[in-house]
Nanobody, 119 residues
Framework: QVQLVESGGGLVQPGGSLRLSCAASGSRLSSSTMGWYRQAPGKQRELVATITSTGSTDYVESVKGRFSISRDNAKNRVYLQMNSLKPEDTANYYC?????????????WGQGTQVTVSS
């Protein structure tokens, strides 16, 4: 069983920065692709960034150059550094773990942390 707990959300002015943290517990985490997703009111959940077990990263186009995902396998933590925040980044942000099973992967989710970008 994998548990994910996000923290670090809050209210920030446009142009500001926040750092989200995801504390993970469970097995096979170091082998898992970890990611951050977000969901704004009335919209579908969208992928923001992912990082593989080997450290390869990928980002949705709208956050490239502003957000950075990283992981610390020794601490079982995943981070999302968000700079130059815009009002359209306002959403509930969720940590995701894709844990490898025998022939597939299983998704685990945290409860989310709210990010509000507003003046």
């Amino acid at each position: 069983q994998v548990q994910l707990v996000e923290s670090g959300g809050g209210l920030v002015q446009p142009g500001g920065s926040l750092r989200l943290s995801c504390a993970a517990s469970g097995s096979r985490l170091s082998s898992s692709t970890m990611g951050w997703y977000r969901q704004a009111p009335g919209k579908q959940r969208e992928l923001v960034a992912t990082i593989t077990s080997t450290g390869s990263t990928d980002y949705v186009e709208s956050v490239k150059g502003r957000f950075s995902i990283s992981r610390d396998n020794a601490k079982n933590r995943v981070y999302l550094q968000m700079n130059s925040l815009k009002p359209e980044d306002t959403a509930n942000y969720y940590c995701n773990a894709k844990v490898p099973m025998f022939t597939s992967t299983r998704d685990y989710w945290g409860q989310g942390t709210q990010v509000t970008v507003s003046s």
